[in-house]
């Protein structure tokens, strides 16, 4: 597998030429972010991620974390990578400039984001749980919580978590166990189990703090008596400085299929002093509006590696020499043809190669709503922004960590058996890609956001934020003569869309069951319209510029053509989709439950 | 003390070079452009000068189109602290960027100018030894090592037989060889402060420099592609095949 290079080029094509990026200096708050400075913060993050991430990243893989006696060793070379990393600011990129952060735009810190998971998913968990810990307490935490926490996790000196899963709960985070005792001072003693915690323990910083959820006595049951709490590893002393133990230990790690680098432990905490976070039983609330900015990034984990995968199965399928091409030989000089003249592995690639570039476009779309929704000046822009997040957030984390699962498969597939051995890397990033589908919320839970909260919010106003722009689209370029033959699958693929909207929102309200049975297969065919779109808007861009100077090396070229295969291949999956939303739950409920 | 720095834009050393058709030079078009690998050297031995108290103020030059103003903007990234572009779309050969340094440098009078020993696209190796020559200052080349005094320095040079040992008297001229130090990664803050740094621009008319270029390229060719090999049946056809063929023994 060759060494990872950070696809600059697209990443400048998405957010310069799709989405006007450069015009993002014209937000408020946002005034120095013109191009000149973003794009050497790309390429030094892309270097930083090449030579130093991604050469870590098969040797973390392969020596795994250790525990011994509650101490965790994280792999070889992470913690000196973790320093460079940390000395260059880069835990800081999207933080607020009050707490010594660099306020870079959410657009441009999700391209750097994919870049490290590309690089290094493992080492890229312990500043994404970080950033998570960060805005909990950001949003929801009282001035002094922020003063005291803010700056060491900005500057990364200390590392953050997120506490939420113990052993009974999951998904259900209402059965939280973890008790939460007043001390009459402002804080508590907090005491319960944790389990998989990622960082939550190891030998990069001198600090953690973990963000925890635990119930206060009396507080009402379920998930309306839920809090939010900060605990630190070590009390800080009055010079910021970590102090004495407080009560929180590590009981032990998992063993994973992937991401072998990231520790993932069972925290115990015993008459631990943790300060509330927000307000009393809305600890859900606070850690949500952390969780939205999560997912979108779990989302990224699932591009960055699905890029990984495509770069090493290219590389691959032009060396490897095996058979000849079925319309006659390619290269009589040697032995055999090699492998990418094969229509099955151009197949691979090119699902690849479309569901990635059409997902970077989306996410850098989503990303950009968001500095939108953060930082515009006009409310109403600022609103249609926020309504456009709110409803592709769970479509971005399960679609693209599907997309991503899947195109760690195919790379891994054109390897044949090369593939599955693991000299070559490609089978990590399948064990790797794979927990991102479960993590952060499940892809089963994604969708039943979707169709349960996202879509009957403010009856149907998400929706329109999302419908408008592409029927605007399909409206205006339908006839287009160059366009017409792009945007007439869209348009197919819309109506089936529109269509199953109407079927889920019409039993959803009298039978919700209905409409959850229909949930995987409805935020994957919206998932698809949204690649659709994308691809239509990126060749609208590309189209006039075929043939100029600026298609020398025949980007534009590959992008309309990567196009043409996302239509006739990859799109008519919506048709399927279509039938079994509209075929509805009963084969699956009326199944006997005895006879499985 | 001031140190000036020379930074050259190159085409990124992870670019396969691509000949034009017609032979007249290098396809440029959509290539990654960087330092030149040499000159971020001696970027990082400035910028260490500096961390040591040693160097008051580092000024990073480079020459050639407008976009040139890139590379400085990554040395001042680096550390150094403001920069000087002087443009031309001139080709600009080694001794026209001593003559324009030379300009510079009595314009800015520094007391230590650190330069790349050559730059990956020409690798013509001449500018650092014709500056020291038309300055009239002492020179030296191919550092892996430099000590810094108030008035000397002394040079640990790589030569072909080992390592020379130079003692400089300030002002001079210093070229850096790769193992002279390692350069690092720009942090992001100093990337964000970097665009506030100042760079002047000048051009070769108001320097007094002329650049007309003293050298036509005649041509530019790929180099021979290597053939590949072939299997012999016994030792002895291949002693043979050595000796009358290749005729190498």
């Known amino acids: 597998m060759p060494a990872y290079k950070a696809p600059l080029r697209d990443m400048r094509f998405v957010l310069y030429e799709l989405h006007q990026g450069d015009t993002l200096a014209q937000l408020p708050g946002f005034e120095e972010m013109t191009p000149d400075l973003i794009d050497p913060v790309l390429e030094e993050a892309a270097k930083v991620c090449e030579e130093v991430l991604a050469p870590l990243n098969r040797t973390g893989d392969e020596e795994g974390c250790s525990f011994e006696n509650g101490v965790v060793r994280t792999p070889k070379g992470f913690k000196e990578a973790y320093d460079l990393f940390r000395e260059g600011g880069w835990t800081g990129i999207a933080c607020d400039p009050d707490f010594g952060g660099q306020g870079l735009p959410k657009s441009v810190n999700t391209l750097v984001e994919e870049m490290i998971c590309a690089s290094n998913l493992s080492f890229g968990m312990y500043p994404g749980l970080s950033h998570g810990a960060y805005l909990a307490i950001h949003a929801h935490g009282s001035d002094e919580l922020k003063g005291r926490y803010l700056p060491k996790l900005v500057d990364g000196t200390w590392s953050g978590t997120m506490c939420l899963t113990e052993p009974q709960c999951g998904t259900d985070l209402g059965l939280v166990r973890t008790k939460a005792i007043p001390q009459g001072d402002g804080s508590c003693k907090l005491t319960g189990t944790k389990i998989f915690i990622s960082a939550g323990e190891h030998d990069m910083t001198e600090n953690i703090i973990h963000l925890v959820l635990a119930r206060l006595p009396d507080a009402p049951k379920g998930i309306k008596g839920i809090s939010l709490f900060v605990v630190p590893k070590f009390l800080p002393k009055g010079d910021g400085t970590p102090g004495p133990g407080n009560g929180v230990s590590c009981g032990s790690i998992e063993h994973k299929m992937g991401i072998k680098g990231s520790a993932t432990c069972v925290i115990n905490f015993d008459d631990s002093t943790g300060w ?164 952060e919320g499940t892809n089963g839970v994604q969708a039943l956001d979707l169709i349960g909260r996202k879509l009957p919010a403010h009856a149907g106003r998400y929706l329109r934020a999302f419908f408008h722009p592409v029927s605007a689209l399909i409206e205006a370029k339908v006839e287009d003569e160059q366009l017409g033959p792009f945007v007439q699958p869209l348009a197919k693929a819309f109506v089936r869309l529109q269509q199953a909207t109407g079927q889920i929102a019409r039993v959803g309200m009298a039978k919700p069951e209905e409409a959850a049975a229909a949930a995987t297969e409805y935020l994957r065919l919206l998932g698809l319209v949204a690649l659709a779109y994308m691809w239509v808007r990126m060749v609208e861009v590309s189209l006039p510029k075929i043939g100029s100077e600026a298609d020398s090396d025949g980007f534009y070229r590959a992008k309309v053509a990567t196009a043409r295969f996302f239509m006739d291949r990859v799109l008519p999956q919506s048709g399927a989709l279509f039938s079994a939303i509209m075929a509805g739950g009963a084969s699956m409920m009326t199944f006997d439950e005895a006879a499985f | 003390m001031k140190v000036l720095v020379a930074v050259k834009r190159v085409v990124d050393y992870n670019v396969k070079i691509r000949v034009k058709a017609d032979g007249s030079g290098i396809d440029t078009g959509n290539v990654k452009f960087s330092m030149n690998p040499f000159d971020e050297i001696a970027v990082e031995e400035a910028v260490r000068l500096k961390e040591a108290g040693k160097a008051s103020e580092i000024v990073a030059v480079s020459m050639g189109p407008a976009i040139a103003h890139e590379t400085i903007r990554t040395a001042l990234a680096m550390g150094a602290d403001r920069g000087i572009l002087v443009t031309s779309d001139e080709e600009l050969q080694p001794l026209a960027v001593a003559k324009l340094l030379k300009a510079i440098v009595e314009r800015e009078a520094p007391k230590l100018v650190i330069l790349g020993k050559q730059a990956i696209d020409d690798d013509a190796n001449q500018t650092g030894q014709m500056l020291a020559a038309l300055l009239g200052w002492p020179q030296g080349t191919f550092a892996s090592k430099v000590v810094l005094h108030s008035d000397t320095a002394e040079v640990t040079r790589e030569v072909d037989g080992g390592l020379e040992m130079v003692a400089l008297t300030l002002p001079a001229v210093v070229t850096t060889d790769l193992r002279l130090n390692e350069p690092r990664y720009a942090s992001l803050p100093n990337i964000m402060k970097a665009k506030k740094k100042p760079i002047d621009t000048l051009t070769p008319a108001e320097l007094g420099v002329d650049v007309t270029p003293r050298l036509v390229t005649l041509k530019v060719e790929e180099p021979p592609k290597r053939k590949s090999g072939i299997k012999v049946g016994s030792v002895a056809e291949l002693v043979d095949r050595l000796k009358n063929e290749a005729k190498v023994i």
């Open chain 1, 276 to 439: 509330l976070v927000g307000e009393p039983n809305k600890g859900m609330r606070a850690m949500f509006t952390m969780m939205n900015t999560e997912r979108l990034a779990v989302g990224i984990q699932g591009l960055g590696l699905a890029e990984a995968s495509y770069q090493g199965a290219v590389a691959y399928a032009r060396e490897r020499l095996q058979g000849r091409s079925l319309s006659g030989t390619k290269h009589p000089d040697k032995p055999a043809d090699p492998i990418i003249v094969h229509p099955d592995v151009r197949r691979m690639l090119l699902t690849m190669r479309s569901t990635i570039e059409g997902s970077r476009a989306l996410g850098a779309w989503v990303a950009m709503a968001l500095d939108r929704q953060h930082h515009g000046a006009d409310p109403q822009e600022r609103q249609d922004a926020e309504d456009l997040v709110a409803l592709l957030t769970p479509v971005v984390k399960a679609l693209f960590t599907d997309l991503g699962f899947e195109a760690a498969n195919h790379g891994m597939q054109v390897f044949g058996g090369h593939g599955y051995i693991r000299e070559h890397g490609m089978e990590q990033l399948v064990r790797d890609a794979r927990i991102a589908q479960v993590y």
